[in-house]
Nanobody
Framework: QVQPVESGGGLVQAGGSLRLSCAPS????????MGWFRQAPGKEREFVAA???????????DYADSVKGRFTMSRDNAKNTVYLQMNSLKPDDTAVYYC????????????????????WGQGTQVTVSS
């Protein structure tokens, strides 16, 4: 069983930065595709970023258009942790951010779709004030 646990949310002014962390349990972390999704009040959950690999390949990352150039997702396999570095934050980035994990390999799955992911964290609140 893999249980992602998010941390690092908080309140920040527009233009500021935050770094979210997700530390899922489980021994096969390095092979998992990891994703970040967010849900704002009254809105559906949406894709933010994903990070994964194919067998024997380097890691890939992909981002929603709304965060490209501002957010960076990375992982540290030694620490069993993925990160979401969020810069130039906007009030529209205010949401609960969820970390998700799947054992599926990058080219075999639809990383933008929430139904792809088997395991989800409880979420961490990010609030950006104007």
């Amino acid at each position: 069983q893999v249980q992602p646990v998010e941390s690092g949310g908080g309140l920040v002014q527009a233009g500021g930065s935050l770094r979210l962390s997700c530390a899922p349990s489980g021994r096969m972390f390095s092979s998992y595709t990891m994703g970040w999704f967010r849900q704002a009040p009254g809105k559906e959950r949406e894709f933010v970023a994903a990070h994964g690999s194919n067998i024997g390949s380097a890691y890939y990352a992909d981002y929603a258009d709304s965060v490209k150039g501002r957010f960076t997702m990375s992982r540290d396999n030694a620490k069993n942790t993925v990160y979401l570095q969020m810069n130039s934050l906007k009030p529209d980035d205010t949401a609960v951010y969820y970390c998700a994990a799947t054992p599926g390999r990058w080219s075999m799955i639809r990383v933008h779709e929430s139904g792809t992911y088997n395991y989800w964290g409880q979420g961490t609140q990010v609030t950006v004030s104007s």
